[in-house]
């Protein structure tokens, strides 16, 4: 499954900030904004918490490629198997945005289906 954009990409240190901690949703900072702000409202916490790592579900295996639309930014492979870390590599020739490849699981490619 392949899903991509155009949009703003990610440098290297955003690669690391939003995929290298596992299920990193931005959930504790929102708690610590809304609370300051006192704002009683973080019941919603974990309704939406699992976001990209979610994809090792049915994937074995994801690859995130991108390129910041920052000036100069140079392009990056991300690679995880989620169970072993990631690593990063710089990767010549990619277009602005992210596109992300998720390789199914052996009992998950029904999800490549219409269907489903």
């Known amino acids: 499954i392949t899903i991509e954009d155009n949009g703003l ?11 290298g901690t596992i299920a ?6 929102f708690i610590k904004n809304v609370s300051s702000a006192g ?12 976001g990209f790592y979610s994809a090792f579900m049915v ?14 930014s140079t392009g ?15 990767a010549a020739g990619l277009p602005r945005g992210t596109r992300i490849v998720i390789q199914l699981k052996d009992d998950a490619l029904e999800f490549c289906q219409k269907d489903r």
């Open 24 to 29: 990193r949703s931005g959930s504790k900072e």
């Open 9 to 19: 990409g990610m440098t290297k240190e955003e690669l690391i900030a939003n995929l």
């Open 76 to 90: 990056y492979v991300w690679n995880s198997n989620g169970a072993d870390g990631y690593d990063i590599k710089e």
């Open 39 to 50: 704002d009683n409202s973080t019941n919603v916490i974990g309704q939406f918490g699992v």
């Open 59 to 72: 994937g074995s295996h994801v690859t995130v490629l991108t390129k910041s639309a920052k000036p100069g």
